[in-house]
């Protein structure tokens, strides 16, 4: 096998299993909160403060991180960040009262960047001809470990409680961190390549980069709006699950169920979306899949039954995986090589950014309106951003064209 090919591997089974122990444990933290003694009246606030404490963190660290990855060593980066997501997802289990759980989740946001730092690891190595198919697997690998999360993630809160479940996902992260330390080697082949770079290494590479390119600033807004959206219903979907099935009873399990379709549907579609990206352009497949995500998570306003939503969770998931590789690329594709620790780090921060204000939102949304109004405004803002990335690649065709015309 090539060495890049191996390398993405071992990190398809790292972000895998990173991904598995988040969804172990984060999706089932508004029901965690009953145990900690938080009344049903006020649970959707507080699910949504402690979903967007950890991405408030997240968002001012990932370009600290991003930075340091270029500077002393992605795969050093990846270590740190799986280490010490073991410990915390572990103090989770000990946690005894709604502002304890805040910390823990701050804590965790400071801490995080394993998933980013892999990726970055993988856009170093692969070649450019395989760089949308790599990035779509890293993706998938992702979802793959979105779907055995919540479902081993249910089954250990139904056998043995939440708190342990929080331990069992330390360790599996912790078993990540030690595959990577293994068998990842961070070689030449990640810093430079060759000749071609040397005037590159000379050049000095800063954040101020990141603000005088346009592509890069378009898409690091996509990301946060799209993270907006998404988080806007995750601190109150197992709730809503729950209620869809008629109580409280099993609601571990069901959700846990549920939530893998997203991940299942992920596996499917992601390598298939970087494929297309490579032969149909990632702008259309970028527009394409968020048109087309908005539209169906729409419909769950009228989702009366587990089962159906179920199945539109399923068809959502399908095009929700063509949105974040075809994103990575793109921004792989408009910044420097010696740039791409820290493009990575501001995706994250993007993404982070997104991420606490999407539960905030959700939350005193679903206070005011209810859940199926927040499945629509997350539609909307979907099929709005499609709209917008249409607009913006038409106007940059046009430019390019008028430019070509004037030479």
């Known amino acids: 096998m090539q060495s890049w090919k191996r390398t993405m591997w071992i990190l398809w089974f790292g972000v895998l299993l990173c991904s598995s122990s988040y969804t172990m444990s984060v999706p089932f933290l508004p029901l965690f909160l009953f145990d900690l003694g938080v009344k049903e009246s006020s649970v959707n606030l507080w699910a949504g403060i402690v979903h967007s404490s950890a991405f408030l963190v997240g968002a001012v660290m990932a370009p600290l991180w991003g930075m340091l990855a270029d500077k002393y060593g992605k795969r050093k980066m990846v270590i740190r960040a799986g280490l010490s997501l073991a410990i ?14 805040v910390g823990v989740r701050m804590l965790h946001g400071f801490v995080g ?4 730092a892999s990726m970055s690891i993988v856009a170093s190595v692969a070649p450019k001809e395989k760089l949308g198919w790599s990035l779509g697997m890293m993706q998938a690998g992702t979802m793959t470990g979105g779907i055995l ?14 708190r342990r479940s929080f331990v069992v996902a330390g360790i599996i992260i912790a078993a990540a961190t030690i595959a990577v330390m293994i068998w990842v080697k961070e070689g030449k082949a990640e810093q430079a390549d060759g000749a071609t770079t040397g005037k590159k290494q000379a050049e000095p590479v800063t954040y101020r980069m990141a ?7 378009s898409m690091l ?30 609601a571990e399990l069901s959700a846990g169920f549920v939530l893998s379709l997203i991940g299942i549907a992920g596996i499917l ?37 587990l089962w159906l939503f179920a199945i539109v969770q399923f068809i959502f998931g399908l095009f929700m995986a063509g949105i974040a590789p075809s994103v990575n690329t793109l921004v792989v594709q408009s910044t420097d090589e010696q740039f791409r620790g820290r493009s990575f780090g501001l995706t994250t921060s993007a993404n982070q950014f997104g991420s606490m204000l999407g539960p905030l939102i959700g939350g005193l949304l679903g206070l005011a ?13 979907m099929f709005a951003a499609g709209i917008s990335v249409w607009l913006m690649r038409k106007r940059e065709l046009g430019q390019a064209k008028t430019g070509l015309r004037g030479l």
């Open 88 to 101: 915390i997802y572990a103090l989770i289990s000990f946690v005894q009262t709604p502002w304890q759980l």
């Open 113 to 116: 960047g394993f998933v980013p």
């Open 149 to 162: 999360g919540p479902l081993f993630g249910g089954l250990l809160a139904e056998a043995f409680g939440l």
């Open 211 to 217: 603000f005088r390119n346009r592509a890069l600033l």
């Open 221 to 250: 807004l996509l990301l946060a709006t799209f993270q907006l959206s998404v988080n806007m219903i995750q601190p109150l979907i197992t709730l809503h699950i729950a209620k869809l099935q008629g109580g409280l009873q099993g």
């Open 269 to 305: 579609a992601s390598p298939i979306w970087g494929r297309l990206g490579e032969r149909k352009g990632y702008y259309r497949i970028l527009v394409f899949c968020l048109l087309s995500a908005g539209l169906v998570v729409s419909m769950q306003f009228f989702v009366q039954g």
């Open 369 to 381: 309106v209810g859940i199926h109004w927040i499945f629509v405004a997350t539609g909307m803002i």
